[in-house]
């Protein structure tokens, strides 16, 4: 059963950058598409950016010119660099990966931009 571990989240200034990490374990990753989510209280989980095994990528609106998402399959590990970080980006960031059996997810790491 893949497990996913996220780290890297924090407490930024706005502007500031944050770089989150997924760690992935089970050889499968290299063949699915894996995401990276937020979800804020009261609000439905939203798709941040997704890259594909591949290596496409594609981005909500909101962080198109300030993230970038990237994979790195030797390691089983997929990033989410965060620049030009804004208050509305303040949001718990989720792991996914799209496996046949369904989704799977991390447990989240807390993003919190504020001065």
């Known amino acids: 059963q893949v497990q996913l571990v996220e780290s890297g989240g924090g407490l930024v200034q706005p502007g500031g950058s944050l770089r989150l990490s997924c760690a992935a374990s089970?050889?499968?990753?290299?063949?699915?598409?894996m995401g990276w989510y937020r979800q804020t209280p009261g609000k439905q989980r939203e798709l941040v950016a997704a890259?594909?095994?591949?290596?496409?990528?594609n981005y909500v609106d909101s962080a198109k010119g300030r993230f970038t998402i990237s994979r790195d399959n030797a390691t089983n590990t997929v990033y989410l660099q965060m620049n030009s970080l804004k208050p509305e980006d303040t949001a718990v960031y989720y792991c996914?990966?799209?496996?046949?059996?369904?989704?799977?997810w991390g447990q989240g790491t807390q993003v919190t931009v504020s001065s």
């Open positions: 996914n990966i799209k496996t046949i059996s369904g989704d799977v």
């Open positions: 089970g050889s499968i990753f290299r063949f699915f598409t």
């Open positions: 890259i594909a095994s591949g290596g496409n990528s």
